[in-house]
C-alpha cells in the first residue's frame, strides 16, 4: 500500500509524510509539517507548519492541528475535536511568540469534540470523553470527562475501563476485560505490569 492524497486535498512543499498515508477530501497539510507512516487524515483537516505526528495516528473529520501541537504514536483524534496553541487570544493583539506546547503522547484518545487548551500533556493511553475539556496535564490512563474535564477512572491500553479506585495508598490490580493485560495502580500512578 502506498499513501493516497485525495485530488482535493493540498499538500505544500516541503511536509513530509510517512509511508501508507491516506489524505482525504479537502485537507491542508502546511509545508513544516513531519507526518508519520500509516496515519489517516480525514476530510477537511489542517495540519500546521510546526507540527510533528507519529506513526498509525488517525485524525477524524473537521480537526485542526496547529502549532506547537505533537501528536506521538497511535493518537486517534475524534471528529471536531479542537487544539488551541494561543492562552489567552485577541484578535488585536499579536501573541504567535507565545504559543503554548501541547504533547499528546502514545495511544491516546481525544473524543468527538472535545478541546485540549495549550500547554498540557496528554498521558500514554489516556481517554478524553467526547466533548470534555482539557485545561491541565492529564496522567498515563487517566479517563477524563466534563467541562472542565475530570478524572472518572481509568483506561487499559485496548480502550476498557478497568476496576479500579481514583488513588490507592497500597498497589492496587486489574486486569484489562478484553485483553487480560495487567495493571496496578499505586498513588495516583497506573502502570501496565
Not at 501541547?102 to 481517554?127: D, M, P
Not at 466533548?131 to 483506561?155: E, H, S
Amino acid at each position: 500500500m502506498s499513501t493516497t492524497i485525495h485530488p482535493s486535498a493540498i499538500v505544500d512543499a516541503g511536509a513530509r509524510l510517512g509511508a501508507d498515508c491516506r489524505v482525504w477530501h479537502f485537507v491542508h497539510i502546511s509545508a513544516g509539517a513531519r507526518i508519520g507512516a500509516r496515519c489517516s487524515l480525514g476530510q477537511n483537516v489542517f495540519v500546521a507548519n510546526d507540527v510533528v505526528i507519529g506513526d498509525n495516528v488517525k485524525i477524524q473529520n473537521n480537526v485542526s492541528v496547529y502549532d506547537a501541537v505533537t501528536l506521538e504514536d497511535d493518537v486517534f483524534c475524534g471528529p471536531s475535536m479542537v487544539f488551541t496553541n494561543v492562552y489567552n487570544p485577541r484578535a488585536a493583539v499579536a501573541r504567535k511568540d507565545e504559543y503554548r506546547r501541547t504533547l499528546v503522547k502514545q495511544g491516546a484518545t481525544l473524543g468527538a469534540n472535545s478541546t485540549i487548551v495549550c500547554g498540557t500533556t496528554i498521558g500514554r493511553h489516556a481517554f478524553i470523553g467526547a466533548g470534555a475539556v482539557i485545561n491541565r496535564d492529564v496522567p498515563d490512563f487517566a479517563l477524563m470527562v466534563g467541562v472542565p474535564a475530570r478524572q472518572i477512572g481509568w483506561m487499559s491500553r485496548h480502550g476498557e475501563k478497568l476496576d479500579l479506585p481514583l488513588h490507592s495508598a497500597e498497589p492496587v490490580d486489574a486486569s484489562c476485560p478484553h485483553t487480560g493485560d495487567r495493571y496496578r495502580l499505586h498513588g495516583n500512578q497506573l502502570e501496565l505490569i
